[in-house]
């Protein structure tokens, strides 16, 4: 069986799967105006997404990550959690969140086979996380924080993106909160999209920065597996914690890509930023098109650049994040 392997001999075996670009959050660097629907979509059937997710475990996909917009908003959440877990070949499922059900529905998405999961937490000040989120939730979402916590999930990760003038000075906050907490701290750099130029240039911090204050109390990076997200994480031998720093714009950052992305309306894209994608929504009606889908995926990964070329200012087809997931 053919293998998800690009020109620069990189493997994918990471597959993003947005469900919905749906979102309640009203997040300053991604939608800061709220969710505007653009006509009535068709988001990926639970079938598709089936089929979908067979035909990459058979090109090797480890492990998906179901995202949005809001995943948890879909109804059928837990089938499709279900479907990715019960899927021969995929050996871990994750999900990111903004955190909304955590409290309530974190047993049933554990149940239903729920591996591992991401919240997104823009500051531990509640004043400062409704102006970043637009929504006062605070509590409810560290309550949900707790829960997932308290069942067994492989990794509890909160995800936490960097802006100089709201929390890149809250890092002591940040580590005081991890030290008897065994969740990754993820810091993501701040991304330019199409509609955000003005925030970016106001609010984008290097990672960088915040590694080498790390590095200076005493942390030491980890090595990477090869399901790993892009975070590069680090840890102390006196934090429960950890921190990953995601870092789009620092050199290299291109060389250890394993992970394609599926849109909502089933759209391949070989990179968050690089290009329109490719429809794959047709070939997925009909088992016996499995053959054929696998081979357009294939076809497409040779198209695949070296790397985003952010930092030339390549911003490719991507208007805002909520779009492909993230």
Not at 316 to 323: C, D, F, K, N
Request: charged share 20%; hydrophobic share 40%.
């Amino acid at each position: 069986m053919p293998q998800l392997i690009d020109n620069y001999q990189r493997k994918f075996e990471y597959l993003r799967l947005s469900i919905t670009d749906v979102c309640n959050f009203k997040c300053t660097y991604c939608l800061p105006n709220g969710y505007k629907p653009e006509g009535r979509k068709q988001f990926l059937t639970l079938p598709e997404i089936k089929q979908l997710v067979s035909v990459f475990a058979q090109l090797g996909t480890k492990k998906v990550r179901i995202t949005g917009g809001e995943p948890s908003l879909r109804k059928d959440f837990c089938d499709i959690i279900a479907a990715a877990k019960r899927t021969q070949g995929i050996e871990k499922v994750a999900t990111t969140t903004n955190g909304y059900r955590l409290a309530k529905d974190a047993h049933a998405w554990r149940d239903a086979g729920l591996d591992a999961i991401n919240v997104s937490i823009d500051s531990l000040d509640p004043r400062l996380f409704h102006q970043i989120t637009g929504e006062n939730l605070f509590a409810k979402v560290m309550a949900g924080v707790e829960t997932a916590l308290k069942l067994d999930f492989q990794a509890v990760k909160v995800n936490t993106v960097l802006m100089r003038q709201l929390n890149a000075h809250q890092l002591g906050e940040f580590l005081h909160w991890i030290k008897d907490l065994p969740v990754q701290l993820r810091f993501i750099e701040l991304m330019q999209t199409h509609d955000n130029h003005d925030l970016f240039q106001q609010q984008h911090v290097a990672g960088s920065t915040i590694m080498k204050q790390l590095l200076a109390q005493g942390w030491v990076e980890k090595i990477r597996q090869s399901t790993d997200g892009p975070a590069r994480v680090f840890a102390h031998p006196d934090y429960a914690g950890e921190v990953g720093l995601i870092m789009p714009y620092e050199a290299h950052f291109c060389d250890s890509c394993n992970r394609l992305r599926v849109s909502s309306l089933g759209r391949l894209h070989l990179c968050l930023f690089g290009e329109q994608g490719v429809d794959l929504r047709d070939l997925l009606q009909h088992p016996e098109q499995a053959a054929q889908l696998q081979q357009r995926v294939l076809d497409e990964l040779k198209t695949k650049r070296v790397s985003h070329f952010l930092q030339q200012g390549d911003l490719g087809g991507t208007v805002h994040l909520a779009s492909i997931g993230g």
